[in-house]
């Protein structure tokens, strides 16, 4: 009897590895879309809601897979903080709050926690993509440090908007607070999925 042509067999294996995909530690085991995914996800966070929003635009990446959800979650804070401390840090050179002692007083603290912030949660971007295989020691003890650091940028961003309980009312404090509580929100959003990740690694 004949052998089947190569490009038969070829074919074959293709259709094996299409039919049973190969497990990943994010396999449910359900027939669930990307989308989906990060909604269930993004339940076990604080700020479901802007979980989902954020994130869901990066369904394809991410597929079913708590690795990059948790880093890319990261990125997502790291960039909003970014953009907040800029903005901070620019308000801070302009003339006009420096009338208002408290309102000046509250921009420099929350510049210094914002950068503080972003220092801490690109450390914790830069060892989520050095990660070795779930599992073992070494992955615990990396995955310790993004917890610890992204804990640490949480508690500053925290800082910055305590720092304005004391100012009056007005536009500044307005938009710089709402600015801050979004980049937090992020970030205990992000934590929550890292702490995820880390359970279903161990």
Not at 69 to 85: E, M, P, Q, T, W
Not at 102 to 117: E, I, K
Request: proline share 5%; with cysteine.
């Amino acid at each position: 009897m004949k052998s089947l042509p190569s490009i038969s067999m070829h074919f074959l294996t293709l259709l094996f590895f299409f039919l049973h995909p190969i497990p990943t530690l994010g396999s449910t085991g359900y027939d669930t879309s990307p989308t989906d995914y990060i909604r269930t996800s993004c339940s076990a966070t604080l700020y479901p809601v802007l979980c989902y929003t954020s994130l869901s635009g990066y369904a394809n990446p991410v597929q079913q897979d708590p690795a990059p959800l948790a880093r890319i979650a990261i990125g997502v804070s790291l960039s909003k903080a970014r953009h907040i401390a800029s903005y901070v840090s620019n308000l801070t050179r302009e003339t006009a709050y420096g009338a208002d002692p408290q309102a000046s007083a509250a921009l420099h603290d929350c510049f210094s926690n914002m950068d503080d912030a972003v220092d801490e949660i690109h450390g914790s971007l830069r060892q989520m993509r050095r990660l070795v295989a779930p599992g073992s020691e070494s992955f615990r003890f990396q995955m310790g440090n993004v917890q610890m650091w992204m804990s640490a940028a949480l508690t500053d961003e925290e800082t910055c908007t305590d720092g304005f309980e004391d100012v009056k009312e007005g536009p500044l404090k307005t938009e710089v607070y709402e600015r801050a509580v979004e980049v937090k929100k992020l970030t205990s959003n992000a934590l929550a999925l890292v702490n995820s990740y880390a359970e279903k690694g161990e």
